[in-house]
């Protein structure tokens, strides 16, 4: 059946209709625009608000809704796989680092976007420097503590602007956006930045995370309007979603 192919692997306690209902959010966005074509084909736009894309003034929040246990204190990311020296970092550790400021827009495929989010943290070009990750890891799987994963490639994780964020606007990032560290990807779709990251992995191999092994384009460029693979929405959220489910509505914080 569809549906328990769709699910399969889902981190414990979260709710498959949850999931599927996000999933048909994402596709009712897509069919809004049947023109679009195939991912990472859309002609670049110059604007700060990807096509498709409407600002919001609040930063909802989005997520498997599985709020992890994470212990403040001693919540600790591992850096492991393709390096000379794995790590582990708590917030000490990452206090201790060189601490970088941005402004930054952030992009959910579901069609909202979030200008101006100002965060602080670490970059993950320098945590990765320190691990002494190799030459030939060229890929990144970055897992959450509620099951949650993401795959970049590792040029899109040594930019300038994509933080290990500790801080909004000067506080400690709440534990709904993924505090106490988060990872953000303002180039790319907001799925890729892991919320209450636990775990770095470096690979040579790109191995897809939990949304791009549900059809989410593996590429996720919002500029090019770059949403599923393909260019449209996986056929099995069709089939798998009953007609009566509610439409998904992230949550306001
Ligand atoms: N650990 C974890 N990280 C996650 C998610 C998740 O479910 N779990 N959802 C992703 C998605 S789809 C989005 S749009 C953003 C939402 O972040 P926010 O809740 O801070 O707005 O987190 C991303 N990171
Ligand atoms: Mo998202």
Redo the contacts with the bound molecule.
């Keep these: 059946m569809a549906s328990d192919d769709v699910n399969r692997g889902l981190p414990s306690g979260v709710d498959p209709a949850r999931v599927a209902a996000?999933a048909r959010a994402v596709a009712r966005k897509q069919a809004e625009a049947p023109s679009r074509v195939a991912a990472g084909q859309g002609a670049p736009t110059a604007s700060r608000l990807p096509p498709g894309q409407t600002a919001v003034r609040k930063?909802?929040?989005?997520?498997?809704?599985?709020l992890?246990e994470v212990d403040l204190a001693g919540h600790a990311v591992r850096i492991d796989g393709l390096c000379r020296r794995p790590l582990q970092f708590d917030l000490a550790a990452i206090a201790a680092l060189p601490q970088h400021a941005s402004l930054q827009d952030?992009?959910?495929?579901?069609g909202w976007s979030?200008l101006d989010l100002q965060f602080s943290g670490v970059r993950v070009r320098d945590v990765l420097q320190l691990a002494g990750a190799a030459d030939d890891a060229r890929f990144l799987l970055v897992?959450?503590?509620?099951?949650?994963?993401?795959n970049l490639p590792r040029e899109q994780v040594e930019r300038d602007d994509v933080l290990l964020v500790t801080h909004w606007d000067g506080a400690p990032l709440p534990i709904?956006?993924?505090g106490p560290i988060?990872?953000v990807t303002p180039q790319l779709?907001?799925?890729?930045?892991?919320?209450?990251?636990s775990r770095i992995e470096l690979r040579r191999t790109d191995r897809r995370g939990?949304?791009e092994r549900r059809g989410y384009s593996n590429t996720a460029d919002p500029f090019r309007d770059d949403r599923f693979d393909g260019g449209v929405a996986p056929a099995t959220y069709a089939v798998e979603v009953p007609d009566d489910a509610e439409p998904y509505q992230?949550e306001e914080?």
């Design positions: 996000r930063w909802p929040r989005l997520d498997l809704g599985v992890p952030f992009h959910c495929v579901t979030r897992r959450g503590a509620d099951g949650y994963s993401a709904d956006h993924g988060r990872m779709w907001a799925w890729k930045g892991v919320k209450w990251v939990f949304w992230p914080t």
